[in-house]
């Protein structure tokens, strides 16, 4: 009599990237935005406003509110909605605004 089971285990989101969030490391599947893959693992508030340090997250998922500012890779003003998750990914909150590069009257 065989034994064989009849039934097989799925391959549930077979495919998962590593990303890093405030030094926690996370694993998200493949493919999701930014903000989504955030959101999905509670990471709190993503970033904290210029004018009065409320935390914000995202919310409207399409790139219109902006509450989704985040820090990817050392580049600030980065809307997670709009960022597809890739393996390797360092993300900090964003605090506040961003620096100003401005260069020197002599550079021109
Ligand atoms: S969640 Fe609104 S712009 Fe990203």
Known sequence: M???????????????????????PLTVPAGVSL???LLANDVGHTRESPVNGRPGAPYCMM????????EVDGQANSQACLIQ?????????????????IGDADDD
């Open 2 to 24: 065989p034994t064989e089971a009849l039934f097989r285990p799925l391959q549930l989101a077979p495919n998962h990237v590593r990303i890093a969030f405030e030094d926690r």
């Open 35 to 37: 903000a989504a893959a």
């Open 63 to 70: 790139g219109v509110c902006f509450e989704c500012l985040v």
């Open 85 to 101: 998750v890739r393996d390797g990914m360092v993300v900090r909150r964003q605090r506040g605004a961003r620096d100003l590069l």
